[in-house]
């Protein structure tokens, strides 16, 4: 029989199996310990603590389903350590690599807008050149208008990349304890 624990990982809450729990605590102090970023590795302890959860509620089932040691190394493993490395715990899975398919997800760039950062946003998504994303708008809105209501409508819709795990999905790669830090706003 095993114990199962109540936690709250990036604002929601989880069963976790009490293996599965000391190991993700471990990992957090770990974590913690090498990113060496003073007052602001609270920011990237937050930005990592949603981004695990993310990746569990992506992983269950269920809310009532409990989160094992598997799933939590599985998570560790994907996610590394601050300075890219893998966390040498004694629990950490053997041969596992991380998911090389990453979708990517339609965000507003905030880094490089000129007006809302839909075209930027867009050129991300779409994995093509940020000018010739911005040259046919341009086009657009001088052939009809169109243009025009197309940047407004993505611009009241689609939300803004303002967390480095948002940032880490609109450029397509998975959202690493290195990426997360690279793409953190607290830099």
Not at 60 to 81: A, C, H, P, R, Y
Not at 134 to 148: E, H, P
Not at 164 to 169: G, I, L, P
């Amino acid at each position: 029989m095993k114990k199962v624990l109540n936690a709250g990982i990036g604002g929601r809450s989880f069963i976790m199996d009490e293996d599965a729990y000391q190991r993700l605590d471990r990992y957090l102090d770990r974590f913690r310990e090498k990113t060496r970023m003073g007052a602001q590795a609270k920011d990237v302890m937050e930005d990592l603590e949603q981004r695990i959860a993310e990746l569990f509620s992506e992983s269950l089932k269920s809310d009532q389903e409990v989160v094992n040691l598997t799933l939590v190394n599985k998570v560790i493993g994907q996610l590394g350590m601050p300075d890219g490395t893998q966390d040498d715990d004694d629990f950490s899975p053997a041969g596992e690599a991380p998911p090389q398919n990453q979708t990517r997800k339609l965000y507003r760039d905030p880094d490089s807008r000129i007006i809302g950062g839909v075209c930027s946003g867009l050129s991300y998504y779409l994995n093509t050149d940020l000018v010739l994303v911005r040259v046919l708008l341009a086009v657009a809105f001088f052939v009809g208008g169109m243009g025009f209501w197309l940047y407004i409508i993505l611009w009241l819709v689609v939300p803004v990349a303002d967390t480095a795990v948002r940032k880490c999905e609109m450029r397509g790669i998975p959202a690493t304890a290195e990426n997360l830090r690279k793409y953190s706003i607290y830099k």
